[in-house]
């Protein structure tokens, strides 16, 4: 049973954009939703994170809408940029309680 | 202030090898996992420590074994490798109550 659920798988998008990327989920347990980047060679690194008692958090060109009744949330990237091509995963955990469970990731290309 | 430090960062091994991936952190977090990454899987969880003499199983636990003796080191055993273990390994750690976790650079391990 795949906890998380994310698409699409991959993405290309024009440079200046919007890049959206989704993701939905089954436990109501879950409070904490990270969205990670992660370039080719490297770890994964958080880029923007959400708790379920606001609907949307904007952290410079990254936004994340969140619906709790759907259980569904979303990245949304601004402005894309070629420097923002990589693989993005949604994650979902009881915060301080449960390790995280990922999507399957979004390998997402922004083309000049 | 290294972060989570993975090693090595590659490995050949041929079936029915033995070997240990290393993985260490400098931050005093309690929580670490180890996940692996396979195209197409996203990041899925091996296994988990909340703290030192502490762990237990994620979703894929099935020929890999772990320990936690101190809160820096959480080293991942294959005791016997398979090709269905090629993988590309990742360590992460947050700290206690916290949410961010912080990924190591990864182990790409090939088996023959």
Not at chain 1, 22 to 50: M, S
Not at chain 1, 56 to 64: L, P, Q, V
Not at chain 1, 90 to 109: E, H
Not at chain 2, 21 to 50: F, K, T
Request: aromatic share 10%; charged share 15%; proline share 5%.
């Amino acid at each position: 049973q795949q906890q998380v659920k994310q698409s699409p798988q991959s993405l290309i998008v024009q440079k200046g954009g919007i890049s959206i990327i989704n993701c939905a989920y089954e436990n109501t347990a879950f409070d904490y939703f990270p969205w990670y980047q992660q370039f080719p060679g490297k770890g994964p690194a958080l880029l923007i994170a959400i708790r379920p008692d606001v609907s949307e958090k904007k952290e410079g060109r990254f936004t994340i809408s969140f619906n709790k009744s759907a259980k569904q949330f979303s990245l949304h990237i601004m402005d894309s940029q070629p420097g923002d091509s990589a693989t993005y995963f949604c994650a979902a955990s009881v915060a301080g309680n449960t390790p995280l469970v990922f999507g399957k990731g979004t390998r997402l290309s922004v083309i000049a | 202030n290294a972060g989570v430090t993975q090693t090595p960062k590659f490995q050949v091994l041929k079936t029915g090898q033995s070997m240990t991936l290393q993985c260490a952190q400098d931050m005093n977090h309690e929580y670490m996992s180890w996940y692996r990454q396979d195209p197409g899987m996203g990041l899925r969880l091996i296994h988990y420590s909340v703290g030192a003499g502490i762990t237990d199983q994620g979703e894929v636990p099935n020929g890999y074994n772990v320990s936690r003796s101190t809160t820096e080191d959480f080293p991942l055993r294959l005791l016997s490798a398979a090709p269905s273990q090629t993988s590309v390994y990742f360590c992460a750690s947050t700290g206690t109550g916290g949410t961010e976790a912080f990924f190591g650079q990864g182990t790409r391990l090939t088996v023959v």
